[in-house]
T-cell receptor, first 114, second 114 residues
Framework: DGGITQSPKYLFRKEGQNVTLSCEQNLNHDAMYWYRQDPGQGLRLIYYSQIVNDFQKGDIAEGYSVSREKKESFPLTVTSAQKNPTAFYLC?????????????FGQGTRLTVV | SQQGEEDPQALSIQEGENATMNCSYKTSINNLQWYRQNSGRGLVHLILIRSNEREKHSGRLRVTLDTSKKSSSLLITASRAADTASYFCATGLASGGGADGLTFGKGTHLIIQP
């Protein structure tokens, strides 16, 4: 089945730890995105990538890092510099020029700081 | 930054009634899309309407777009309990070629009472 897979579904982080969220897609999409969603809020763009080995900061990139070594993978690291990381994280992919086409979303990772 | 604003923030109706939700945006767009999110899940694409279109239908969904007022509406006819979800509008900007993806509003939470 084609789709986009995020793991894990739930993640707990201690203060001061870095954690990495996985996002894999087999849709052969060039573009991939990471969004953050807080309760009752919309989605805010963290990072996006249009091509392998290239990525751009979104609106709230501080405290996060990404890599795009393979077309199908776009992992997100939440670093200790992110002061309020508890949130629901959504990964999406689309054909090139993602603002012109439908986006496909994973099921999300809920990150909680303990 | 969040471009779209949905209205109302929450809507509760009886099963079988029609549900209407609105979205307003600020800058020129290439297209506007509507997504559905069930609690704790990823977003699912519903419909895309381009800036040169005024109305579009898909099953029980009807979307209108008024670029002069920078607004859109989503109508769900003959609502069902399974339509209970949050609904988000997302815009693809006219400038920038779409590389930075979509900008989402905060959503309308729709509850269908049986």
């Amino acid at each position: 089945d084609g789709g986009i897979t995020q793991s894990p579904k739930y993640l707990f982080r201690k203060e001061g730890q870095n954690v990495t969220l996985s996002c894999e897609q087999n849709l052969n999409h060039d573009a991939m995105y990471w969004y953050r969603q807080d309760p009752g809020q919309g989605l805010r763009l963290i990072y996006y990538s249009q091509i392998v080995n290239d990525f751009q900061k979104g609106d709230i990139a501080e405290g996060y890092s990404v890599s795009r070594e393979k077309k199908e993978s776009f992992p997100l690291t939440v670093t200790s510099a992110q002061k309020n990381p508890t949130a629901f994280y959504l990964c999406a992919s689309s054909p090139p020029q993602g603002g012109r086409t439908e986006a496909f979303f994973g099921q999300g990772t809920r990150l909680t700081v303990v | 930054s969040q471009q779209g604003e949905e209205d109302p923030q929450a809507l509760s109706i009886q099963e079988g009634e029609n549900a209407t939700m609105n979205c307003s945006y600020k800058t020129s767009i290439n297209n506007l899309q509507w997504y559905r999110q069930n609690s704790g899940r990823g977003l699912v694409h519903l419909i895309l309407i381009r800036s040169n279109e005024r109305e579009k239908h898909s099953g029980r969904l009807r979307v209108t777009l008024d670029t002069s007022k920078k607004s859109s509406s989503l109508l769900i006819t003959a609502s069902r309990a399974a339509d209970t979800a949050s609904y988000f509008c997302a815009t693809g900007l006219a400038s920038g070629g779409g590389a930075d993806g979509l900008t989402f509003g905060k959503g309308t939470h729709l509850i269908i009472q049986p």
